[in-house]
């Protein structure tokens, strides 16, 4: 039973960081789409933003925030699969 408890583990954890890879992937495509739209209106001088280089706030600090995102979430998905399946043990016993 232990041998079957293990591999349910192990898929489960699996599973995870496949689900966080696709959840990774779609933040990077509404990354692209909303700051090349906003790229391109603050080219155009549809948005007006002074000091000029403050247009690069958004997609720099968002960028950041991905490589979070993939750090902590894609990297680390099986470690916090593995805090969690501690904690709910730790619950049972």
């Not at 790229?39 to 247009?55: C, F, H, Q, R, V």
């Not at 720099?60 to 979430?73: A, E, P, R």
């Not at 904690?87 to 016993?93: A, H, N, T």
Request: aromatic share 12%; hydrophobic share 50%; net charge positive.
């Amino acid at each position: 039973m232990a041998g079957t408890l293990d591999e349910y583990k192990r898929l489960f954890r699996e599973a995870t960081v496949s689900d966080q890879m696709k959840l990774l992937q779609l933040h990077i495509v509404i990354y692209l789409v909303v700051n090349i739209i906003w790229l391109a209106l603050n080219m155009m001088g549809t948005i007006k933003i002074d000091p000029s280089w403050a247009i690069y706030y958004s997609p720099v600090g968002w960028g950041i925030l991905i490589v979070v995102h993939y750090w902590f979430y894609v990297k680390g998905a099986e470690n916090l699969c593995k805090l969690r399946e501690e904690m709910v043990e730790s619950k049972i016993k």
